[in-house]
């Protein structure tokens, strides 16, 4: 199936393809869609000439990262966040912001049945942190899977030195529930993470008017 069609008809798994969003933020207007294979560019774009600001909180891997994160790495990338959406298992979405692609948002380990829970990681271009990019994009996809994607519980993991990211779970509602000690390989050290964790409940008007209540968004 092309990615056109995906788009346009769902799968057999709740809550995918879709397309959760817009919101206006300080930053511009904030919206969600599944990655695609011509995200190529702007993808490998802003994982290069951010390399510094973002290689210091994700998981040590091995090669180089230019090799990891040139315009022919994406493909490789994207056909396996295909494949894992496609069983269910991901929700992988591109964060836009005025409609050009900024940064991504994944939904992984999805697991249904009596848990029906998920965690969630992201990031953002440099240039577009601090204007409510990554706090609109998070509480969309809190919105999505408590909705449409029908899942119980959401977890975030970040280090503690993360205050960024940190105040993007705290807008959107998320509890620290602890802290995994020598969590994740990070920058070649095994590095510790708060556990930040929020059910359907905690959220029963939603992320997003949460958000627009408190004036930090507003409906686009």
Not at 40 to 47: E, G, I, N, V
Not at 57 to 65: A, F, L, N, R, V
Not at 94 to 114: K, Y
């Amino acid at each position: 199936m092309s990615e056109a069609a995906e788009e346009l008809f769902p799968s057999r798994h709740p809550g995918w393809p879709a397309s959760p969003g817009p919101l206006r933020v300080a930053a511009g207007t904030v919206a969600l869609r599944p990655t695609r294979l011509r995200d190529a560019s702007a993808w490998s774009a802003l994982r290069l000439r951010d390399r510094a600001y973002l290689q210091r909180w994700e998981p040590t891997t091995t090669g180089d990262w230019r090799d990891r994160n040139a315009v022919l790495a994406w493909p490789a990338q994207w056909s396996a966040l295909r494949g894992l959406a496609r069983r269910g298992s991901a929700l992988p979405f591109a964060i836009t912001v005025d409609g050009r692609f900024a940064g991504q948002l994944t939904i992984g380990n999805v697991v249904r049945g009596a848990l029906r829970s998920a965690w969630v990681g992201y990031w953002v271009a440099e240039s577009r942190s601090g204007g409510g990019v990554a706090t609109a994009a998070v509480a969309l996809a809190v919105d999505h899977c408590f909705t449409r994607a029908a899942l119980h519980r959401l977890e975030a993991t970040v280090r503690p030195e993360n205050a960024p990211s940190l105040r993007v779970l705290e807008k959107t509602g998320f509890r620290r529930e602890g802290l995994f000690e020598r969590y994740l390989d990070v920058e070649g050290d095994w590095r510790d993470h708060y556990v930040f964790g929020l059910t359907a409940e905690d959220h029963p008007e939603g992320a997003v008017a949460a958000l627009v209540r408190e004036r930090r968004a507003d409906y686009a």
